[in-house]
């Protein structure tokens, strides 16, 4: 009887899956063999932890590499893969392997989940998806694991090859370097730079794109979507790169000291890392004010959508210059590439920046007053948090709980998605019959 | 034959408009006789102050109750008079006492100015625009002017009276009190308050509305635009009053050491300042890092349009909110009131406050680098100016010339009206003929 009546949208049951995950992963890392003393995690901090790994955030209040045992970081190594993979993706396999066929209605949690476009074509899609990343990680792990090698030993070299692969194609930015120090140790290694960077900037683009650049090969026959999102990643890490470059060239903490050749591959990589990776080369609490702000901007924008990284998405922001675009030039259809964006899509994109610039601002008002922390470094907090970001001057650890179960709700929202949580709490499609008549109001 | 070939718009001609304005009132403004001491004011703190006044932005390099001559400071009042009351609705008035018809082309550019839908009834719309701040002004004025009399003597008292009330009438923010501290010596004064507030609410919701209260009497009678306006301003007053009661209640430098009723006035006079008046009763730069932060989004979104306050606009949000709205229901068609919104008027909206958010955020970055100065003051100070507020946490006279130039500029664009200033910029009316086929792109 009840189970007719609720009939749950795709978006509620992405919202669930992703809750029953967190509680799963709060469990397993509070337990004493997670830890590397087996002295156990607080329920807060794991569920901080799960929280962090499964959103593919990267906060952390506790550091990976130290804390942990090896029982620990393979457990958020699964959450961030769950996580970053997509758990839709991972149910579909799961359909797969039982050798079930797809429900239509199957088919609209699997198409919300990747914010895909036609239902045709999921199943091969979902197939692909995880055979590609299969690949990508396994090939960026034997390569990462070599170089840690160097440095560890052969096995646990590979242990932090597997660990790191996974973490940067999900654009997690967790990482089993230890010493809370992040990537700083490898700020001038061309191979971790390169590998790790390829993983979380190819993760970012989003699943359809990844698969359309496999299928199609041409950039002409590919989507317009997918024309689009190259396109806007390659501008922001341009933006990212010069901005960082110019605007911390003679802070001593980070690129000061630096020569001019030596500064480039650390101002890509922390142009980059605002794709919401959340790995850093150099130390973020070291930036000057501006350079945060800066990047806190680029968090806020973020990965393309379906993809493992978070923020608003670039095509979001891109639609909404396209659409000002318009307006300038005096015409009222959005035109993109020879092709028109239909007006929905436009007020969706508006609808997802709207909300994030509210919940991002009321939050960061908030924890500006609960914590007891430089402003700057708890607006940073907020956005690296709702962007799934990671990065951090490094006030995660001195969070109050308040704050703590503050970020964590932001973390949620961040990945889960504005808009789809709006849907999820909304009622969809009950589009109302009446028409009324039109009348303006001013605007600007 | 060029005068053929060039047909300005309406835009254009109004950002022309201006910039002479603010010409006239720099070479006043740097003439001996503007200064009480007799040494003249720099070309560029003169060029400061006169964009400052037109642009009834209120940020000084100098205090102008102590700096300027009586000379100096009607020219400040006339170019407030002027920017505030606009230049358009000035033009018109010289043409009725010039006894000259008004012209389609001179209807397009006030209604340009004005924001108005139609093109009827602007004649009258100007006169009644201009009865009406006379009779506000001068009641308000003498109000004032009895007010003042009892600390300085009759005739100064006057003189304050009508400087303020036109100051305040016109969301200005200029005050000749003198020694920089703003209305601080008033924070408690019932009168000057209630006067002073009444003045710049008032004024800050739109003439467009101001004549629709007048002409229709009745709310439920009145145009789509002004019920919103009323309904958004009566939500963030109430909004800034309650965000800075809670922020402030225990800052012993600003509310901490007053009662919980003496609480009451200061905290609702500085949330309501930031629809764009300018005026302090509180030191700005002793709010905490939060508050600043609040009053600041709050300063971006300012007052209603075709008003004497700044910001993107109280509707602007309003419409986006409601689109937010719509969106979330399942819509596709933005609904207000029983009214439906123009897809235009979205699109227009959505620009404003992209075009904002780009300005601010790429000029704080910039000046954050420039200017010795705290980070957040840097900030407010640059939201201070694009939203043509004026509050200032103290940097102001302590920018560099490069800052103080690009403030300049922000303070320009913030009056003038980012879209407008697009609109001027670029070829309105170009609509392409091609209509291009639909594809979509995914957001969010
Ligand atoms: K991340
Ligand atoms: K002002």
Known sequence: MFSEKFQPSPAQVLVVGFLILILLGTILLSLPIASASGEPLSPLDALFTATSAVCVTGLVVVDTGTFFSTFGQVVIMLLIQAGGLGFMTMATLIFLVLGKK??????LVIQEALNQITLSGLVRLTKSIIILTLIIEGVAALILGIRFSQDVGLLRGLYMGVFHSISAFSNAGFDIVGGGVGLTPYRDDFVVNTVIMGLFIFGGLGFTVIVDIYTRGSIKKMALHSKFVLLLTAIFLVVGFLGIFILEYDN????????FVEKIMPAFFTGATTRTA???????????????????????IGASPASTGGGIKTTTFGVLLVAVYAIIKGGDEVNLMNRRIPY????????IIVIGLIVVGTVTIVLSQTENQEFMNVFFEVVSAFGTVGLSTGITSELTTFGKGIIIVVMFM???GPLTLALALGRRYSKSKIRYPEERVLVG
Chains 1, 2 share one sequence.
Do not use: Q, Y
């Not at 797809?102 to 088919?107: E, N, P």
């Not at 001593?252 to 020569?259: D, F, H």
């Not at 790995?279 to 702000?293: K, M, P, V, Y």
């Open 344 to 351: 929905h899509i436009v007020l969706k994109g508006l609808s």
């Open 414 to 416: 961040g990945r889960v």
């Open 252 to 259: 001593p903490a980070t690129l000061g000291e630096l020569s």
């Open 278 to 300: 959340g790995f850093n080369t150099i130390d973020t609490g070291s930036l000057e004010a501006g350079t945060l702000f800066f990047m806190l901007l680029l968090m806020f």
């Open 102 to 107: 797809i429900t239509l209605k199957g088919r």
